[in-house]
């Protein structure tokens, strides 16, 4: 080619990139986009967005920029341009529209980590698929039949190792207790063994990475966390494989109604898609719900009077079931735990497990008169709206006794630190998504509200405690208590 065409082309190739970039502006220009800024060159306002703060409240960043431009802004995260939304009709409606206007998107990195057939990056069929298995696994009549069986098992298990006047962290206690029951129903493996242990460890190194930034170099956690994800990968194949044999052999144990069992035989999963799903279910499963615990230990001494009027409850519970010669809670007993639901509502409400979730529009979307451009990542914060005075009463306390039904709305609502409330509990449940929302409503929900009812019943049936040190929870944004929750705890005889 010739030096005159090699100029032409070049010039033709950077008066098409000008057009291009004078054509989105153009676009960009018409468009009504929600108030806010972009930042700096690539990074944007990321560093801003996910500094640490209070997981009660919603971050300076957050207060500043609903102040300054509304509950719906743009800005540029995660490498991209955004749309922040703190409303709460937009995340619905975001939520609601998902694989029609939006879809799951969350950072290369967390595909990286958890594998690109975890279900929090699938989207379309393939993520369909997935969820079927997840919600056969974790249906209403598994969780009546097998799993409160075994909730409580494992909750006895963790609570009854506690020793009096010790020191320990009840964030360490919790994930003990979420880890042992998941591993439990997703391999079978049993709690304590060597090889429970082996993997426990494995995955708090994993873990560490899943929160860390994406650096994948020696030293760093993402790379260590790299690396414990193929050990674990390698350990679940291991045991796949031992199961394959069996079945093979005709040796199989009913006992292992577990989920590795259903997916190998009901499933037309390949290896590598088995290995994601289990790996991102013992996340799912694990890491939120401990939290969770955590939140109820660390929010109930705060008010004394809710701690009383659970243990009414749960020695209510407990006298009726010594009658009747039973031992085991049932599932009337848990639907009997009327303010024990509340006060999990509440503490997922105030405590925001999950704070924000990722989405990206697929088609150019209007909002509220504000444009919202076809390839733009959404971000629909959930726990701005959970914390909104406007929509929940003195957001920062925690009272659950807004989540009474009306009339019994306030009852023990003027104890100290318990505020009352106004909010009718139609408006609030609404509002409410610390599950998310529409087709991608966490699969494990229903799972999680009883994993802490029933950790609740017996630690406030067995045990006073206090915290051992000052301690709060923090969103890094995957909420964590900086020195573990450390309490201290004394038995209680039950009366
Ligand atoms: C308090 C505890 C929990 C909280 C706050 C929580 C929250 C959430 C949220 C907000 C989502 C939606 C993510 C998104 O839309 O991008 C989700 C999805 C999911 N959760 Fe949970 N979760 C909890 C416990 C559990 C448990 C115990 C399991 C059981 C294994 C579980 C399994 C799942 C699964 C499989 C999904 C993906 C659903 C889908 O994509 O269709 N979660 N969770």
């Keep these: 080619m010739s030096d005159l065409s090699l100029t032409l082309c070049s010039l033709t190739g950077i008066l098409a990139i000008a057009l291009i970039i004078f054509l989105f502006k153009r676009k960009q220009q018409r468009l009504?986009?929600?108030?806010?800024?972009?930042?700096?060159?690539?990074l944007g306002e990321t560093i801003g967005y996910l500094k640490p703060h209070s997981a009660i409240t919603v971050g300076e960043f957050m207060e500043k920029h609903i102040a300054r431009n509304g509950k719906i802004y743009k800005s540029k995260l995660f490498g991209e341009p955004a749309i922040v939304s703190a409303d709460a009709g937009l995340?619905?409606?975001i939520l609601q529209n998902e694989g029609k206007l939006f879809e799951c998107s969350y950072p290369r990195s967390i595909g990286g980590i958890l594998g690109k057939w975890s279900m929090l990056v699938l989207v379309g069929d393939m993520h369909r698929d997935m969820r079927i298995i997840s919600l056969n696994f974790l249906s209403h009549p598994r969780l009546r039949t097998h799993l409160l069986k075994d909730v409580e098992k494992h909750t006895l298990l963790v609570l009854s190792s506690w020793k009096e006047n010790c020191i320990f962290s009840a964030q360490d206690e919790a994930k003990k207790f979420t880890f042992n029951f998941m591993a439990n129903h997703i391999m079978s493996m049993d709690p304590g063994n060597v090889e429970t242990e082996q993997l426990k460890?494995?995955?708090v190194t994993f873990m560490k990475g899943v929160v860390s930034a994406p650096i994948n170099l020696p030293g760093f956690a993402y790379g260590k966390a790299l690396k414990s994800r193929s050990t674990i990968l390698k350990f679940i194949e291991g045991k796949m494989e031992e199961r394959i044999k069996k079945v093979t052999e005709g040796?199989?144990?009913?006992e292992e109604d577990d989920l590795l069992n259903r997916v190998c035989k009901h499933s037309n999963l390949s290896t590598e898609q088995i290995l994601d799903l289990i790996l991102s279910l013992l996340f799912a499963g694990h890491e939120t719900s401990s939290v969770a615990i955590a939140l109820a230990i660390y929010f109930l001494p705060g008010c004394p009077r809710a701690i009383e009027q659970l243990r009414e409850e749960h020695s209510e519970i407990a006298r009726a079931k010594k009658q009747a010669g039973e031992v085991e809670l049932t599932w009337d007993d848990y639907k009997r735990m009327e303010f024990t639901?509340?006060?999990?509502?509440e503490t997922l409400r105030l405590g925001n497990v999950v704070r924000f979730l990722h989405r990206k529009a697929i088609k150019d979307v209007r909002y509220k008169g504000y444009d919202i451009p076809c390839g733009w990542k959404v971000l629909p914060v959930i726990a701005a709206v959970h914390l909104d005075p406007s929509l929940f009463d003195q957001p920062q306390h925690f009272n659950p006794w807004r989540w009474l039904q009306n009339s019994s709305s306030n009852r023990g609502g003027s104890s100290a630190g318990c505020p009352s409330t106004s909010t009718s509990t139609a408006s609030m449940g609404n509002n409410f998504m610390p599950f998310g929302g529409g087709p991608r409503l966490c699969a494990g929900s229903e799972l999680a509200k009883m994993e802490m009812a029933v950790f609740i019943h017996h630690l406030v049936l067995n045990y006073h405690w206090e915290l051992a040190d000052t301690d709060e929870p923090f969103a890094y944004p995957f909420v964590d208590f900086p020195k573990g929750l450390p309490i201290r705890i004394q038995r209680r005889r039950f009366t």
């Design 32 to 42: 009504n986009l929600p108030p806010g800024k972009m930042g700096w060159p690539f």
């Design 251 to 254: 040796n199989e144990s009913l």
């Design 341 to 345: 639901h509340c006060v999990v509502n």
């Design 201 to 203: 460890e494995e995955y």
């Design 91 to 93: 995340n619905r409606f």
